[in-house]
């Protein structure tokens, strides 16, 4: 835990940072990315709206380990942005946006965060990702009053320390922690017979909280962890694997949890592959690599097959009110349909323009003070962002229904939601083939 002293001198220490993190490459466009729905330049990129009106930030990463998922959500925010300026904005002004890429590290969304707290001065932010990244933004958002909403960071390390009252209530996140994600693979498992299973895990938040809570559940459901007393953990910026391979895979385990981020997790995967063993061992991944281009990193083996075919995992699914129309703007916006994690962005920048104007302020106190009233009423119940406002501007309360879920908040800033199943098949195509709710 970081003091909030402490939080304030590193937010000064990297200020300088974050002068850089703003200066490369920053792009004004009228909805944050361009027409055509490509990513915007990944340091930052700020709307062209007016100074006036509410100012949130995105922090999601566009490059690094995380960007094949990254790069899926990002267009959810100026697109919610788009449609609430459309209809007349927030407290009477349009909203702005500042996007910056936080190249799923810790440090660059530390800049980054400092950048859009101190710099461009905004109430609420939508991100990060990466729970790691997301840990080191919290601790600037919080001193700095800025409303942090993650749409993906799942570690319970984050439930943790709210309860302890470390965020102040300047945190929430719109993707229900590893907790339950966890509980819903370890039922997987174990449904699917599974007795022995190993776990490999990336050293950080999301790796570790993610085996912890694996493992209390599954041994609960009668499992053994066949590694418990030396558990795999791989750096974050490690290149090579085979040591790792070899340790993951050892003891004849029925199946090997993998709690990956995509670009590291394919070469480890890949050295699974290419020391012979993983064959004949069900491989269980999660949410950090559910990405359509991940099987293709990953690669084919000898045979010509895909090394991932047959895997399966779990990933916080979709299953709001609003999704419907959510997917209908989508295609009619930008075609196709949206990624992973797209829904939990948009409902995550919605819940920051509705907290403001039930605050009727666009300051991160105000945003803070009302995003879970918004969120769980009581109140009447909306889908549409623009009824809601329209709602709040006549005084009257809302429970926000989302794409994502029904984002009912609670006090320590989570949500509980449903986890697609899914797999990968001959062709190297990702399927959802079912839907768990973790009990």
């Known amino acids: 835990m970081r003091k909030i002293s402490t939080a304030l001198t590193f937010s000064i220490a990297t200020l300088a940072i974050g002068f850089l993190v703003g200066a490369c490459g920053d792009t004004s466009t009228t909805n944050g990315t361009a027409n055509n729905g490509s990513i915007a330049t990944p340091a930052a990129s700020t709307t062209t709206s007016?100074?006036?009106?509410?100012?949130?930030?995105s922090l999601l990463?566009?490059?690094g380990d995380l960007a094949s998922v990254g790069q899926q959500m990002l267009g959810s925010v100026p697109l919610l942005v788009d449609?609430?300026?459309?209809?007349?904005?927030?407290n009477g002004e349009s909203v702005n946006l500042v996007q910056v890429d936080d190249q799923t590290d810790p440090k660059a969304g530390a800049a980054g965060m400092t950048k859009l707290a101190t710099l461009d001065k905004v109430?609420?932010?939508?991100?990060?990702f990466a729970s790691s990244v997301s840990s080191a933004a919290v601790s600037i958002a919080t001193p700095n009053k800025v409303m942090l909403v993650s749409p993906g960071s799942t570690s319970p390390v984050f439930t943790e320390k709210a309860q302890k009252g470390d965020f102040q209530g300047f945190w929430a996140r719109t993707a229900p922690p590893d907790t339950y994600q966890a509980l819903a693979l370890a039922q997987l498992a174990n449904k699917k017979g599974f007795k022995r299973v190993s776990t490999v895990v990336i050293n950080n938040d999301y790796g570790v909280g993610f085996e912890k809570a694996f493992v209390e559940t599954f041994e609960k459901l009668g499992g053994t962890i066949v590694n418990k007393g030396k558990p795999v953990r791989y750096d974050p910026k490690a290149q090579t694997f085979d040591t790792e391979a070899a340790a993951a895979f050892a003891g004849n385990p029925d199946a090997v949890l993998a709690v990956l981020y995509a670009e590291t997790g394919s070469?480890?995967?890949?050295?699974a592959y290419q020391q012979g063993v993983a064959k004949g061992v069900q491989i269980l991944l999660t949410d950090g690599v559910?990405?359509?281009t991940f099987p293709e990193q990953v690669g084919k083996g000898s045979d010509g097959k895909y090394i991932l075919t047959g895997a399966?995992?779990?990933v916080p699914g979709s299953d709001g009110k609003a999704l419907e129309a959510f997917n209908k703007l989508w295609k009619d916006k930008k075609g196709g349909a949206p990624g992973e994690y797209a829904p939990q962005a948009w409902d995550a920048a919605a819940l920051?323009?509705?907290?403001a104007q039930a605050a009727k302020e666009n300051t991160g106190v105000g945003v803070a003070s009302k995003i879970r009233e918004v969120a769980n009423g009581p109140g009447t119940e909306v889908t549409d962002v623009c009824e809601g406002l329209k709602l709040l501007k006549a005084g009257q309360d809302i429970n926000y229904q989302g794409a994502s879920g029904n984002v009912d908040v609670d006090a320590n800033g989570d949500v509980v939601g449903v986890y697609d199943v899914w797999t990968v098949e001959d062709d190297g195509k990702i399927k959802v083939i079912d839907k768990v709710t973790p009990k």
Do not use: D, E, Q, Y
């Not at 007016?50 to 930030?57: D, F, V």
């Not at 449609?83 to 927030?90: E, R, S, W």
């Not at 109430?123 to 990060?128: D, H, I, Q, R």
């Open 50 to 57: 007016s100074a006036k009106g509410l100012k949130i930030g």
């Open 61 to 63: 990463p566009t490059t």
């Open 83 to 90: 449609t609430v300026n459309a209809c007349g904005g927030v």
């Open 123 to 128: 109430a609420g932010v939508v991100g990060s």
């Open 267 to 271: 070469l480890f995967l890949k050295a």
């Open 290 to 292: 559910k990405s359509p």
């Open 312 to 314: 399966i995992g779990t």
């Open 352 to 355: 920051l323009t509705l907290a």
